[in-house]
């Protein structure tokens, strides 16, 4: 008898049973968001007046974020500078749910800074300052020492190397021969010309420019990735290479024999910032739970396809992915309904790209057309249309025994159907207030005879610079009226 192929939830839910130990070059991303209306008249350059900053953890860093994005238990190890940019980033890493940061700081270290300066959606600039030379031997060793310590109930290692002087050769060959002491799978996030440094690992994830120029060999065409590919596993006892291929892919080349190519799935591509880190760290979560290396290199890809589709360096929330994969088998609708985490990223997305965001909310129990009236005339007023949508128990506490009609998922998916509507986003609160602190709307709408006086959440939004409106709707429909006439 066949067993039963997992269904998509429990598929992506079983990703937060994996344990990962990650080692790797970490470094601080700052990401200043804002827009260009003038030339400077000092020199012939944009001049760019913020609007937002972000900073969070890059380079292996965003691996620990998208591992713990999914679920994942995370054990991360890295050095970092005893500078102000090394404590930033030991407070950002300690707020992560699900990472133990382990930051071995080494006095007279800078922590590596990069910053990007975005106007609607453009990178126009990038400094970074940089810190290339190896960790000492001293630290070297004693982030070893740490590292085989953490691999002890761990199910896979990744390596992510960013060129910045952690995993020094010493440390990288001693980490794999950590790893297969302990009989677990090394993945890498490969750097440089030198895959000696690697040799006997489980799999390695270079892109395509990156295949090239470790192999010495031509990569345009699938059959040239192939033989790349297999000249490196040859030649290090790699045992696979997922070759991430940018608009056209990914390839699987495994020791077996077996090839697969893979479909890029992105709809709309905004940013490839930490498009690696994302595919690396699906790939081992799911290995870690026992996929096969097709299925796994599949999940990442599509968790790919969503973080393209993103501004800055992002990670996959679980319930993005789920939805992703619900999209390919059934119905784009319910892409459109999203958790609290994943509609923050959507919205900073939004808003970096220069796109005005409105917010409307209601129970929306059995859908007329005050609903529909209200829906396109917020849209109108705006570049996108969040919806806050009661939960079943909160339409219950509001409305009384027998209250939903619907459950909210179904209330979600056919709100998603509207063209007017952008996102959905259940909330389990009486009222939207959190969820509108949280996503910081420009335009709060409510229809009918409100005042501003009595809209949840005006208050925050004129606070931060937005706006409030009042739309008229459709008069003379109303949900309970309408059960009313139903019972007669």
Known sequence: MTEKAPDIQSLVEGLGRARVALAG???????????????????????????????????????????????????????????????ELKAALGAEAGIEAMLTVVPGRATTVKTRFVAMSQQILRADRETTQPLDKASAEALLAALTAALKGRQVLILSDYGKGVLTPGFARGAIAAARAAGIPVIVDPKG??????????????????????????????EEIVV???????????GAVVVTRAQAGMSVVAASGEVTHLKAEAR????????????????????????????????????AGIVVGKVGTAVVHRDELAAKLREREFSALE??????????????????????VGFTNGCFDLLHPGHVTLLERSRALC??????????????????????VQPDIARATVLAA????????????????????????DLLVKGGDYTIDRIVGADFVLANGGRVEIVDVVPGFSTTNTLARLKG
Do not use: C
């Not at 030198?194 to 390695?204: M, P």
């Not at 595919?279 to 290995?287: D, E, F, G, P």
């Not at 892409?335 to 005005?356: E, N, P």
């Not at 996102?423 to 709307?441: C, G, N, S, W």
């Open 335 to 356: 892409a459109k309904v999203a958790g609290l985490k994943s509609a923050q990223d959507i919205v900073a997305g939004w808003r970096a790209r220069g796109l005005r």
């Open 25 to 87: 070059d970490v470094m601080l991303d700052r990401f200043v968001y804002g827009h260009v209306e003038r030339i400077s008249p000092e020199a012939p350059i944009p001049v760019l007046r913020v609007d937002d900053e972000r900073v969070m953890p890059g380079g292996a860093g965003n691996v620990a974020r998208n591992l713990a994005a999914l679920g994942a238990d995370v054990a991360f190890l890295s050095a970092v500078g005893g500078d102000e940019a090394g404590t």
């Open 418 to 441: 509207l063209t007017s509507v952008d996102l959905v986003v259940i909330f389990e609160e009486d009222t939207p207030y959190a969820l509108i602190r949280a996503l910081r709307p």
């Open 383 to 404: 570049d996108r249309l969040v919806v806050g949508l009661n939960s079943d128990a909160s339409v219950t506490r509001l409305k009384g025994e027998g209250r939903p």
């Open 268 to 303: 709309e591509v905004f940013d490839v910032s930490g498009a690696g880190d994302t595919v690396v760290s699906t790939l081992a979560a799911a290995l870690a739970v026992g996929l096969p290396l097709a299925e796994a290199a599949s999940l990442a890809n599509s968790a």
């Open 228 to 238: 790349a590919a297999r000249g490196l596993m040859a030649a290090h006892g790699i």
């Open 193 to 222: 010309r030198d895959y000696s440094l690697y040799a006997g690992a489980s799999v390695v994830t270079p892109n395509r420019k990156e295949l090239g120029e470790a192999s010495g060999a031509a990569v345009d065409t699938d």
